[in-house]
């Protein structure tokens, strides 16, 4: 696989605070980046996206931020609830052959009442 | 919107046995699936992506004699575990690819948890 199989690092906040998660990603020439979030023993969901030529991109709640000269891409929730708590991937997708689509690391999000 | 169905959501399988998951797309043809393996407490990694009508590609350090994939149809793709061992125990997740809606087009199904005993 081309994924780091790292363990996966924790983010705690309280209800209502702002959340921040954060991913370096390894392809300068990927064409999409895709944030997702997997609840426990469930596949993946989509979250929000931003093609390469983006740097910003808001969607309800959630605000997607690339940053291609340190190849970085962060994942802001505002008003964080506890029905976020879950694990968060950012993943990319190729531009090449198949459009493969590989994760990075994840974080786990635990959101306190 | 897209759903795609992944079955059995848990299996236990005796060492030495094979084991087969489907993964279909139930209103959506998908010419691309992808097969991913999910160990705990870690990321998706790719193992390889599945074409119909065609081989699989695998990626490195994936044995594709171990792990056979079939794409048979535009809506059905299977990874079947050969040989089973503890060490195949995971969380199996696959994805199928819309091609026509973009990033948000790839759909997961819920995983197969198979545990090898």
């Known amino acids: 696989g081309e994924s780091v199989g790292l363990h996966l690092p924790t983010l705690s906040v309280q209800e209502g605070d702002n959340s921040i998660i954060n991913c370096a990603y390894s392809?300068?020439?990927?064409?999409?980046f895709i944030w997702y979030k997997q609840e426990s023993g469930k596949g993946p969901q989509f979250i929000i996206d931003?093609?390469?030529?983006?740097d910003k991109r808001q969607g309800q709640r959630v605000t997607v931020l690339l940053n291609k000269t340190v190849k970085h891409l962060s994942l802001q929730i505002a008003a964080t609830q506890p029905g976020d708590s879950a694990v968060y991937f950012c993943?990319?997708?190729?531009?090449?052959?198949?459009?493969?689509?590989?994760f990075g690391t994840g974080t786990r999000l635990l959101v306190s009442p | 919107g897209a759903v795609v169905s992944q079955h059995p959501s848990r299996v236990i399988c005796k060492s030495g046995t094979s084991v087969k998951i489907e993964c279909r797309s139930l209103?959506?043809?998908?010419?691309?699936m992808f097969w991913y393996r999910q160990f705990p407490k870690q990321s998706l990694m790719l193992m390889a992506t599945?074409?119909?009508?065609?081989?699989?590609?695998?990626e490195q350090g994936v044995e594709k004699d171990k792990f056979l994939i079939n794409h048979a149809s535009l809506t059905l793709s299977t990874l079947t575990v050969t040989s089973a061992h503890p060490e195949d125990s995971s969380f199996y997740i696959c994805?199928?690819?819309?091609?026509?809606?973009?990033?948000?087009?790839?759909?997961f199904g819920s995983g197969t948890r198979l545990t090898v005993v």
């Open positions: 994805s199928a690819r819309d091609g026509g809606r973009g990033p948000v087009g790839y759909t």
């Open positions: 392809n300068s020439a990927s064409d999409y």
């Open positions: 931003i093609r390469s030529n983006m």
């Open positions: 993943a990319e997708i190729s531009n090449t052959g198949f459009q493969k689509l590989v």
């Open positions: 209103d959506f043809q998908a010419t691309t």
């Open positions: 599945s074409n119909e009508g065609s081989k699989a590609t695998y």
